[in-house]
């Protein structure tokens, strides 16, 4: 089918896991923002809470790149992608991640679907705090946490297929379900409006 769906949303909130609920309902391989992140987090002293170096971003920026570079240059055609991102409203950074995963599906022609997914702060401190967290390097700062949920919003990249997701009492299947069906109804919309276009041109 050829899609790019692009889960958004704050660390905690079940990204990952409702990417393992959705990759078989699209036989989409996933691509966790972790994979960019731990080779490099392996080699500083991350205790999950202290802050981390600004520099470090540069280096998991390039790592995205690459990956993204190969998916566009080797992946079959008809392949589909689930990405994870920890995007925050206003962070260029954040911004940057987003282009990047836009460019490639551009290059690949790929149907970009981006999911903002929302959670309510009390449960999103209760699910960071999961000591299993740590052995992928992922954050368990539950203040840091509180603080994001209070002056932070999950990034919007104002794209037209985006869908907002509230999981704070969904489980990760009826996430992925719900994902499902705005994924299959936005690629219904392009086919439509692919086929418009060729009548279009065939009548002039």
């Not at 802050?51 to 008809?78: C, F, H, K, M």
């Not at 509230?166 to 996430?175: H, I, K, L, N, R």
Request: proline residues 4%; neutral net charge.
């Amino acid at each position: 089918m050829n899609i790019f769906i692009l889960l958004i949303g704050f660390p905690g909130v079940g990204k990952l896991a409702i990417a393992k609920e959705l990759s078989p309902l699209f036989s989409a391989k996933i691509v966790d923002n972790h994979w960019f992140n731990n080779p490099i987090l392996r080699l500083i002293d991350d205790d999950g809470t202290s802050p981390l170096p600004n520099g470090i971003w540069e280096y998991t920026g390039r790592v995205r790149q690459a990956v993204l570079d190969a998916i566009v240059a080797y992946s079959a055609s008809s392949a589909n992608f689930i990405f994870t991102h920890a995007g925050i409203d206003g962070d260029q950074r954040s911004m940057r991640t987003f282009q990047q995963i836009a460019a490639a599906a551009q290059q690949r022609q790929a149907l970009l679907v981006p999911i903002r997914l929302l959670c309510d702060e009390d449960e999103l401190a209760r699910r960071i705090s999961t000591p299993a967290r740590r052995v992928h390097l992922k954050s368990i700062d539950v203040e840091a946490s509180r603080e994001r949920s209070r002056r932070a919003c999950v990034l919007d990249p104002q794209h037209q297929n985006t869908l907002v997701l509230d999981v704070t009492f969904a489980s990760p299947g009826e996430s992925a379900d719900a994902i499902r069906n705005h994924v299959l109804n936005a690629a219904s919309s392009r086919n439509v409006a692919t086929i418009s276009a060729a009548g279009d041109g065939m009548e002039q």
